[in-house]
């Protein structure tokens, strides 16, 4: 996994071009940089659990890294959010969606902390292993019906009217909701073999 110190470096950048073009009204912009972003977590989680996989780790192992990617989705975006709404833009709902993605990421990161713990002792959890994958399953099938709601419902195109200021809320959420759903099958799909023990 790269550096704790690329993770952040990235992430500060991310955080930049996002307020940057969304502070200059640019939304087909902003929300093209959110899908690359999360596409980007995605490609670099699944390199990880590929990584892992060729090098014999336990289920328990790749479904932590997993998890761990998931959430960092999770709290970009709500940090995305928090500081687009607190700067640059007026939109007073904004609170509500980043409580979410915040609770959410950090279920993610507790998750994967729980089940990191059981690869540390020698143990596999195979309870806490089924409701990841039940979980997983659902955040898949939920960002399918999020993208394809959001583009049906001309979510994506409110920017058109200047007293609709959650687009930047909405882009990051369809970002988001890209890099997830793409994340969520990639594990569901090559999870089907991954042995259940943990290394001795």
Known sequence: M??????????????????????AR????????????????????????????GNGASKSEIAAGTARNMGFVYIW????????????LQWHEWWH?????ALVGTACIFYSNAVARDVAEGRADDTLLSIGNKLTWLQLVGMLIA???MLVDGKLSRYVNPNMMDWAAQNTFF???VGLAILSAYALWASRNDRSSAPA
């Open 26 to 53: 640019l939304p087909l912009i902003h929300l093209s940089i959110a899908v690359l972003i999360c596409l980007g977590i995605a490609l670099v989680a699944i390199l990880e659990n590929n990584k892992l996989r």
């Open 147 to 149: 993208i394809v709601g």
């Open 175 to 177: 970002g988001g909701a």
């Open 77 to 88: 975006a709500a940090t995305i959010i928090a500081l687009t709404y607190m700067t640059v």
């Open 2 to 23: 790269p550096s704790m110190l690329l993770w952040g470096f990235a992430f500060t950048i991310s955080l930049v071009v996002m307020l940057l073009t969304a502070s």
């Open 97 to 101: 969606w980043f409580l979410g993605f």
